[in-house]
């Protein structure tokens, strides 16, 4: 009992440290590593979402990108065209990217395994393709340009990229403390014994059907926050959004991590985003480099960063 205790104390302690470097450390950075940064930070809401599916769950959802491109499409789309607060657009990301995982969780969910894995990864090319050819709502392959800071009615500006991360960090601490209650709620003890044995939870006489669609609608709704937030940061969105590429980035995410620790996700946005960044500079091919990493995680690690750390006896307890 005591060397739980303890290990749980050492577990707040870095997790203090680590919410303490990202709120000091940002006005001694370089610039480029604080917007670097807060894109991590607004991946990161998007894999943790998808490690509910992936982790705790295990439906290998590989479509997680379409609800991510919704979310930042109804952000664009109003704050262009109708100029709207953030409050509003905040909303309105997260009510479509939750609707439109409901009408398609129940298509999804007549699947499973190899299926699963197949019609959630059409969905988010069919999501693409709409994008795609839907020129005079979703602007086509040009996308949608000048979208606009935020204006929180606070006297902060936005366009200050210090102020921005701020903002970011702020709704990245929110994300992740509601994440961390529904994981830690019976709900979410539920999700980790259909994890573990489907056919033992619907014995015991829970609604395993009903248990994954509201997962699903939970995830599609904080990647519409990610999506909404990314539209702010980049001040654009595009097709790619929905696009193979970042679908597969967001499980890569999760993978490198570690599925089902939560935090697996956020450490693989940021060792994912920092990479990319890196990479790139270097060579156009970075996609190969991430695909290289992925398959040596896999060989060398399948329990990702966070499971190379359960090895060690300090740690095992910790996640």
């Known amino acids: 009992m005591l060397k739980q205790l303890a290990s749980r104390n050492w577990l707040m302690l870095t997790l203090g440290l680590a919410v303490m470097a990202l709120i000091m450390l940002p006005p001694v950075l370089p610039d480029f590593v604080v917007v670097v940064l807060t894109q991590s930070l607004i991946l990161a809401i998007v894999a943790m979402s998808l490690d509910l599916l992936i982790g705790y769950t295990d439906l290998g959802a590989l479509g997680h990108g379409a609800f991510f491109a919704i979310g930042g499409y109804t952000t664009a789309i109003l704050a262009t065209r109708y100029a709207t607060g953030f409050g509003l657009n905040l909303l309105a990301s997260i009510g479509m990217a939750a609707g439109a995982s409901a009408l398609l969780s129940v298509l999804a969910l007549r699947t499973a395994g190899i299926y699963f894995l197949l019609i959630t990864l059409a969905i988010a090319m069919s999501v693409w393709g709409l994008i795609y050819r839907w020129g005079s709502l979703t602007g086509g392959e040009n996308g949608i340009a000048g979208v606009p800071r935020p204006d929180l009615g606070i006297g902060l500006n936005m366009s200050n990229h210090i102020c921005f991360y701020y903002f970011i960090l702020t709704a990245f601490l929110i994300c992740l403390a509601l994440i961390l209650l529904l994981v830690r709620s019976p709900f979410g003890r539920t999700l980790v014994g259909i994890r573990e044995s489907e056919l033992r939870m619907k014995v015991l006489g829970y609604n395993v059907w009903l248990h ?15 999506g909404c937030l990314y539209s702010y940061y980049n001040n654009f969105v595009g097709p790619d959004e929905a696009g193979l590429g970042q679908c597969m980035e967001f499980v890569l995410m ?13 450490i693989g946005s940021f060792a994912i985003t920092f990479a990319k960044h890196w990479v790139s500079i270097y060579t156009a091919r970075w996609l190969m480099v991430l ?16 499971g190379l750390l359960k090895q060690s006896p300090k740690w095992r307890e910790l996640i």
């Open 254 to 266: 999760v993978c490198i991590g570690g599925p089902g620790t939560l935090f697996g996700g956020v």
């Open 212 to 226: 994954k669609y509201l997962v699903l609608i939970i995830a599609g709704a904080f990647a519409g926050v990610g």
């Open 291 to 306: 695909a290289l990493i992925y398959i040596l995680t896999a060989k060398y690690a399948p329990g990702g960063l966070i």
